[in-house]
C-alpha cells in the first residue's frame, strides 16, 4: 500500500536532481514492494494455517475432503482412479494395468494432472484391481501409481 509521508528530511538526500523543484512543505507519495514473505503472513487465505477462507472452519469442509484427510477409502465403484502417473505415460498404459482384472468400458487420461480414470463394467472387476494394488504397488513406465476407487460412479 502506498503510503503518504511529509518530507521532512530532505528529499535531496535520495535524489538530488528530483528535489530541487520540490517545496520542502510538500508530501511526497513513496511506495514500496513488499517481498513474498510479507505477502504470505499476510494473507487471509493462510493465516489460519489451513489454507482455507478465513470464513471456513475446518468443521466446513465437504465429506470428500473429510475423507482424504480421515485416510478413509472411497466407497466401491466401477470407476478406478489412478494418480501420480508419469507425464509421458497414455490410454494404453492405462488399459495394460487394468486389463487383467475385467472388461472395461472407458479410459480417461488428464495429462496435466497426471492422473487417469478406468470404468469397468462390473464393480467387482474395479473391486479386484483397488484391492490387488493396495498389497502390490502399481507402477506406470517404471514409476509408481496409486490405485483407489474414485468418487464417481461412471465416467
Same mark, same amino acid.
Given at each position: ?10 528529499? $535531496?538526500?535520495?535524489?538530488? $536532481?528530483?528535489?530541487?523543484? !520540490? ?6 507519495? &513513496?511506495? &514500496?514492494?513488499?517481498? $513474498? ?7 487471509? *487465505? ?16 465437504? #465429506?470428500? =475432503? ?15 482412479? !489412478? ?9 494404453? #498404459? ?8 475385467? =472388461? ?17 463394467? #462390473? ?5 479386484? *484391481?483397488?484391492? &490387488? ?9 517404471? =514409476? ?12
Amino acid at each position: 500500500q502506498p503510503q503518504i509521508i511529509s518530507s521532512q528530511p530532505s528529499p $535531496s538526500l535520495c535524489c538530488p $536532481s528530483f528535489a530541487q523543484g !520540490i517545496n520542502s512543505a510538500t508530501p511526497l507519495l &513513496y511506495t &514500496y514492494k513488499r517481498g $513474498s514473505e510479507e505477502l504470505m503472513s499476510s494473507s487471509p *487465505m493462510l493465516a489460519n494455517g489451513t489454507g482455507l477462507s478465513p470464513h471456513q472452519s475446518p468443521s466446513e469442509l465437504t #465429506d470428500a =475432503k473429510k475423507a482424504k484427510l480421515d485416510g478413509t477409502a472411497n466407497p466401491a465403484s466401477r470407476v478406478v482412479h !489412478i494418480r501420480s502417473m508419469p507425464g509421458e505415460a497414455g490410454e494404453t #498404459d492405462v488399459v495394460q494395468l487394468g486389463m487383467s482384472f475385467g =472388461k472395461m468400458t472407458n479410459v480417461l487420461v488428464l495429462k496435466q494432472k497426471n492422473q487417469a480414470f478406468l470404468e469397468f463394467q #462390473d464393480e467387482a472387476s474395479a473391486v479386484a *484391481m483397488v484391492a &490387488y494394488f493396495q498389497t502390490n504397488p502399481a507402477q506406470v513406465r517404471l =514409476k509408481p501409481v496409486f490405485v483407489q476407487f474414485s468418487n464417481h460412479k461412471e465416467l
